[in-house]
């Protein structure tokens, strides 16, 4: 019933067809060219409205003007569907979206609908994103946190041809998502360790480049949304930056280059696992060893007690292959790895809020069976860190002024 209303209320208004002639894009006059009904899916049920259609002889071009008004334009869903669509889609594979949709709002989109609306809407977000209409913040608290992490989702075949990889053959499955975290840590948990702000996370993720040549007139892709997610937080206005990453090169390459102010911050996990590889291989068929010599060395990395490590990890250097891994990579992070100095200023030494931020952003695309184009990832990538990081709401007044606008 209040979709009849609504159709009556549109249908009788014929206000968009008034003028004989609407100027067009090529400086030449659009002409009215009679009323065209389309059904569209509204968050109330199907809706057919009868539109006024104006089209331009000279180059070709044809527009519905209420279609624009009323944010529809080059679509058969309203902007309520289409936000709905794209918060299920988020959140759940395309099919269960779908399905969702239907159970729910009683709403019909089929997968593939809510695929192509999903990816297209998180690619509207991320130009939004490019383009800096969210508007930035002043720090949220003295001491600020960023944190860097990459992680493989799987692609279609067409998307890793040439490129190196993890498996027997030497090729890739996979393309790496980088993601951004931004979060602060005021609380203490009941040992007085710092830890994550509730509702203080944000994220920015892509499949794009961190490598660039002295030589180049711009930063890489992703340094530049570092950057940009960087400042929207207000990161470098804050008194103390923290940055947090494991050891990669890319990741310290970008951290100097973007806040070069930041405390750099080696994740303490990471450097746990690398000598539980060593102890590991010291003592392949005896556990208890290996954990009583892998915690060892973990207290002596904690307290400070860097030297001892190393001279520890030296003396198995030549016959431990993980031993010498681990000499050169804390040998290569040791500023990073005061760990006994940053405990003292109350800093956060773990970066399980990345860990954590890998899963929540990217586990979506690594359901079974998935394999995404580039697009179509980076699509669903720019939703879900828009909703996960509090923006959709942003995002949606931001289009339909922007839409408003163009229509008038």
């Known amino acids: 019933m209040a979709a009849r209303a609504v159709e009556r209320r549109l249908n009788a208004d014929r206000s968009d067809g008034t003028a004989r002639t609407q100027p067009c894009s090529c400086g030449r006059a659009a002409r009215f060219a009679g009323r065209h009904p389309k059904t569209f899916e509204t968050a109330l049920g199907p809706v057919t409205i009868e539109r006024a259609y104006y089209h331009c002889r000279p180059c070709g071009q044809g527009w519905f003007p209420r279609d624009q008004a009323l944010g529809m334009a080059g679509t058969s869903l309203s902007p309520a569907v289409t936000r709905m669509t794209g918060s299920a889609a988020a959140v759940a594979s395309?099919?269960?979206?779908?399905?969702?949709?239907?159970?729910?709002?009683?709403?019909?989109?089929?997968?593939k609908r809510v695929e192509r609306v999903a990816e297209a809407l998180g690619h509207e977000v991320a130009a939004a994103e490019q383009a800096a209409v969210f508007a930035p913040e002043?720090?949220?608290?003295?001491?600020?946190?960023?944190?860097?992490?990459g992680t493989g989702v799987p692609m279609r075949p067409p998307e890793?041809?040439?490129?190196?990889?993890?498996r027997s053959d030497g090729s890739a499955s996979t393309r790496e998502a980088k993601?951004?975290?931004?979060?602060?840590?005021?609380?203490?948990?009941?040992?007085?360790?710092?830890?994550c702000d509730e509702g203080s996370v944000t994220?920015?993720?892509?499949?794009?480049?961190?490598?660039?040549?002295?030589?180049?007139?711009?930063?890489?892709?992703?340094t530049l949304r570092l950057r940009r997610?960087?400042?929207?937080?207000?990161?470098?206005?804050?008194?103390?930056?923290?940055f947090l990453g494991d050891g990669a090169k890319w990741i310290w390459g970008a951290a100097t280059e973007m806040v070069p102010d930041a405390i750099q911050i080696v994740d303490f996990f990471h450097v746990s696992e690398k000598l539980w590889d060593v102890a590991r291989a010291l003592f392949p068929a005896d556990r208890d060893n290996a954990q009583a010599w892998a915690d060892a060395r973990c207290e002596e990395l904690k307290t400070g007690a860097l030297d001892g490590v190393l001279a520890t990890l030296r003396a198995h250097a030549d016959?431990?292959?993980?031993?010498?891994?681990?000499?050169?990579?804390?040998?290569?992070?040791?500023?990073?790895?005061?760990?006994?100095?940053?405990?003292?200023q109350g800093l956060q030494i773990g970066s399980g809020v990345v860990e954590g931020g890998c899963k929540t952003v990217v586990g979506r695309l690594k359901q079974s069976g998935m394999h995404w184009t580039k697009d179509g990832a980076e699509g669903i990538l720019a939703l879900r860190t828009c909703i996960l990081g509090g923006r959709?709401?942003?995002?949606?007044?931001?289009?339909t002024e922007s839409r408003v606008t163009a229509a008038a």
């Open 179 to 195: 993601l951004v975290v931004i979060w602060t840590a005021e609380q203490c948990d009941q040992d007085g360790l710092p830890v």
């Open 160 to 166: 890793v041809v040439g490129r190196p990889g993890k």
């Open 138 to 149: 002043p720090p949220a608290a003295p001491t600020m946190y960023l944190g860097v992490d």
């Open 203 to 222: 994220y920015s993720a892509a499949i794009d480049s961190a490598a660039a040549r002295d030589t180049d007139a711009t930063p890489a892709a992703f």
């Open 319 to 344: 016959h431990c292959e993980e031993a010498a891994k681990a000499v050169h990579y804390i040998a290569t992070n040791r500023e990073r790895m005061r760990y006994a100095e940053f405990r003292a």
């Open 229 to 242: 997610e960087a400042e929207r937080r207000g990161f470098p206005d804050a008194a103390c930056q923290v």
């Open 392 to 399: 959709y709401e942003d995002f949606w007044a931001w289009r």
């Open 94 to 111: 395309f099919a269960t979206a779908a399905n969702l949709l239907h159970e729910l709002a009683a709403v019909r989109v089929n997968a």
